[in-house]
DNA sequence: TTTTTATTGAAAATCGTTTTCAATAAGTAT
DNA sequence: ATACTTATTGAAAACGATTTTCAATAAAAA
């Protein structure tokens, strides 16, 4: 799995492979924090340094339509991206240094037949995360 | 229970209980719906019309510091606020018409015990959302 | 009632994001 | 390789939401 698997993906889609392009993919493929638009404008601007900072926001555009990317919901804000896990995943994030972990936790069936059935509610969709202090950090 | 205790609430705090704060107050308290500001606002402003947008800011920040209201997550935008609920609760949002249900899912536990054991995180907190149709609009 | 000072709304400033637009460069056809 | 078409680009401007500034006001204390 590398960063061409993203590329493949936005050219199959249609989209053009551009320098700009390649540089947010680069950062943003395989970060194991989540980054806002800004970040990753200060980062990709190291590999190609006339990247406008509206690129970085219709690129992001593109990959979270492909589902590539996946907006980060935090206390702090909600401007976050990071790669989308495959299949449906969950979110652990270290609330000191910001790291993401994945985990499936579908454990969850149980829980929403039983709020579905008390509330009367028709249940589409759900939403876990976690926070806490990664191995590092605590 | 009525907006008195949040009023109260205010006052132990140290902050006067002004007209502009009242209309808010009593917007916001016991709304099956999460608000914007500007929801607020407008809202608001036919109870007490010389209300201004700014105030509203800074009362719904005050409402959140002492835990009466949260901000409600969602797909569309994060910056609507709803009544906090007694204790840990979580939301039940209604796709179509934006009502909000409270539950208590503490069956967590066995979850986020799974979870610290196979990635080695101290969990310290959850945030859980269910998202679906209630029982008008489904 | 008087005094103190938190609170107010309006206007300006600020921040993040989107739109507009002419120049550029990617991909295709030649 | 070269020419052509058109998606993509970055800069500047526009925009919307939120915050700050500030003099006037009103709540609570004296």
Same mark, same amino acid.
């Given at each position: 799995m590398s960063t061409e698997i993203?590329?493949?993906q936005l050219q199959d889609n +249609?989209?053009?492979i551009t320098s700009a392009r390649r540089a947010v993919v680069d950062t943003v493929y395989g970060s194991?924090?989540?980054l806002t638009p800004i970040e990753v404008y200060d980062k990709a601007r190291k590999k190609y340094r006339?990247? +406008?900072l509206v690129t970085v926001y219709r690129t992001l555009e593109k990959l979270e339509e492909l589902h590539l990317i996946q907006r980060v919901h935090q206390p702090i804000g909600c401007q976050a991206f990071i790669s989308a896990g495959v299949g449906h995943q969950h979110l652990?994030?270290?609330?000191n240094c910001g790291q993401v972990e994945f985990f499936d936790g579908d454990d969850l069936d149980s829980l929403t037949k039983n709020i579905a059935r008390k509330t009367g509610y028709q249940i589409k969709e759900h939403w876990l995360q976690l926070f806490g202090l990664c191995v590092d950090c605590r």
């Open positions: 993203w590329i493949s +249609g989209y053009r194991t924090h989540a006339a990247l +406008g652990l994030l270290c609330q």
